[in-house]
């Protein structure tokens, strides 16, 4: 009766900045500065489109056929993209999580895994969310409860728009050395360096109508570890979303598949700890030991 598909939205402001984290999924709806939108949300009476804003664990992408070997027992996973036979994106994507500490300015939610077919172990998530004068942080942390090792990927999908530009007249900027090539399932059959390349945004460059799924790795970083990601006009104005070390990929999507008004609107920016079928090819894969807990902050700020 009147219920929100996204369940309870929880805001957080600092001087300008507002953000609204939602219960389903645990993930970003809206984040804008002095009322300028700058992730392409979602309305409350909205289903999340396109994996808008949502939190990707404990796998980000595809493993193919949903099948993968750990430590020497097989594993399906339910199909969740059934065109592709892939299982997309998690488990996290629709589970509802619970606000355990609360600020003006900052919020921490929280989610169990439960040990199921396919992921039978049981994981505690939690992330904190924080506004301020530097942008928009999030931590999170990934504890394996389970009396045994468990595989872990993480990732993040926001989408962002440069307000009045669009997606063809945006400047890229991706520190990523090689991209994955993809079969006609997304899925990666092998690996290339950009260097020079249709795919080398090593140096910004304007997207104009280059249509973009990919996965970026080989990444040039900062002297801390991390690695940042930009969109910006020619004038400089622009939105950076950066990750600290514990991420060793980024995911760039120009929303072609998307449709309606979502088509090409804005381009999702995703951090992930691990390529898409890491379960699989076990690339960059997280092994939590049981009671291990992981850690990775990203965050994204505006110009």
Same mark, same amino acid.
């Given at each position: ?161 440069? =307000?009045?530009?669009?997606?063809? +007249? %945006?400047?890229?900027?991706? !520190? #990523?050395?090689?991209?994955?090539? @993809?079969? /006609? ?92 079928? =890491?379960?699989?090819?076990?690339? +960059? %894969?997280?092994?939590?030991? !049981? #009671?291990?807990?992981?850690?990775? @902050?990203? /965050?994204?700020?505006?110009?």
């Amino acid at each position: 009766m009147g219920a929100i598909p996204s369940g309870e939205q929880w805001t957080i402001r600092s001087g300008d900045h507002e953000a609204v984290v939602v219960e389903v999924g645990g993930g970003l709806r809206a984040y804008r500065v002095a009322g300028v939108d700058i992730v392409d949300g979602y309305a409350e009476g909205e289903v999340a489109p396109g994996g808008a804003g949502q939190v990707l664990a404990p796998w980000p992408n595809r493993v193919r056929d949903g099948r993968y070997v750990f430590q020497g027992v097989p594993h399906q996973l339910a199909l969740t993209e059934p065109s592709r036979h892939n299982a997309l994106h998690g488990l996290v994507n629709w589970a509802r999580w619970r606000l355990v500490d609360a600020a003006e300015d900052r919020l921490t939610v929280e989610y169990e895994v439960p040990a199921q077919p396919g992921y039978p172990w049981l994981l505690l998530l939690r992330g904190t969310w924080s506004v301020g004068s530097d942008g928009l942080r999030v931590t999170h942390e990934a504890t394996n409860l389970s009396s045994e090792p468990c595989p872990f990927g993480y990732a993040a999908h926001p989408y962002l728009r440069v =307000a009045g530009t669009a997606t063809n +007249d %945006l400047l890229l900027h991706v !520190p #990523g050395r090689s991209r994955l090539l @993809t079969d /006609g399932r997304l899925l990666p059959i092998g690996a290339a360096r950009v260097a020079g390349g249709d795919f080398d945004y090593t140096e910004a460059r304007k997207i104009g109508n280059a249509e973009l799924d990919t996965a970026f790795g080989d990444l040039i970083r900062a002297e801390d570890g991390g690695s940042s990601v930009e969109l910006s006009t020619v004038d400089g104005n622009g939105i950076c979303v950066w990750a600290d070390g514990a991420f060793s990929w980024w995911q760039v999507f120009t929303a072609d598949t998307l449709g309606g008004d979502r088509h090409r609107r804005s381009v999702a920016v995703e951090p992930m700890t691990c390529p898409p079928d =890491a379960f699989r090819s076990g690339r +960059d %894969l997280v092994v939590l030991e !049981p #009671g291990q807990t992981w850690t990775g @902050t990203w /965050g994204i700020t505006a110009r």
